[in-house]
């Protein structure tokens, strides 16, 4: 069986999913990027330096799109992610098995359906297609289901999905061991500086835990537009000595300090179709917390057993967080569940 997989390029989201099918498939497996990475997620450390054997690099040049297109046409199995829909209309016209693969589509609200130009790109493709069998759809977040029934859209044919990066490879031993030795509780959050991750939230939340005379510590990983207005923030809060700043670092840096780290501080708002680093810090033996709107939360996260998943407000963020910084037994129990939760059931 053949196998190929479009999609915008290839990232350590990607890359430990694309191995094991690989794998599996005997190398009858195929990953088409369809454009070059943007600079943002360059400079962020997304870049991937090593080659694999499954890419081919379509926007490169006119043979590497030709053989793109060959694979579209002979393979049994397409799947397709963020990249141009016409690929898989040119799939089904071929009337064979492709496979969506999408995040929610209603990010900003359900408003968007009175925007007509909204409605007539999904009755181009999702509405007009709802009933051809050969299409289906992998839900990556648990609001995509959700997005596409209103859409009246691949009835019977959505599946639980998501983003599978590779898990720690430590011990759920070893994990706990290092976070014994943290003279403080240690928190971490790792995003873009953009409004939608909320990074203000963020040291709102550790200002109102080091007031209430908590010893905690947060690392903020990562670049962007709000990074200066942050640090401003941090420095006329006088707060200098428990938060500190990274910049962007690579995704093997992050792996350390998420080894290191009691809690993961997840801000972002329902802008975040997936959210795999979610999946890194569980992974790590991290306890997450995190807004329940984040397309991975509610498939992740029992609140509450393994992490908490929350209203994004600032005063829920403080009183999860409360819990698990008094009660090491809590914080403990959590992390175990959340590392087995990531080992045992969402790994690659």
Known sequence: M???FFSNYLTHHQIPISNELYKKLNGNYWF???????EERVEGGWQIEKKYPYEVQAYKDDEQMAFARKLMAECDVMIIGAAPREFWITRLDLGKLTII????????GTYRLLDPREVRSHYRYDFKYRNNTNLHMLCAGAYTARDCKLLMSYPNRMYKWGYFPQPSPETITTLLEKKRKNMNIEILWASRFISWKHPRKAIKVMEKLHLRGYKVRLTMVGTGPLLSKCKE????KNLQDIISFTGAVSPERVQQLM???????HTADRNEGWGAVVNEAMSNACVVVADKMVGAVPYLIESGNNGYSINNKTEMYV???QKIIVDNELREMMALNAYKTIHEIWAP
Do not use: A, G
């Open 101 to 108: 693969y999408s995040e929610r589509y209603f990010k900003k």
């Open 319 to 321: 009183e999860c967080m």
């Open 2 to 4: 053949k196998v190929v």
């Open 32 to 38: 088409v990027s369809t454009i070059p990475m943007e």
């Open 233 to 236: 923030l941090v420095e006329e």
């Open 259 to 265: 080894e290191k780290c009691d809690i993961f501080l």
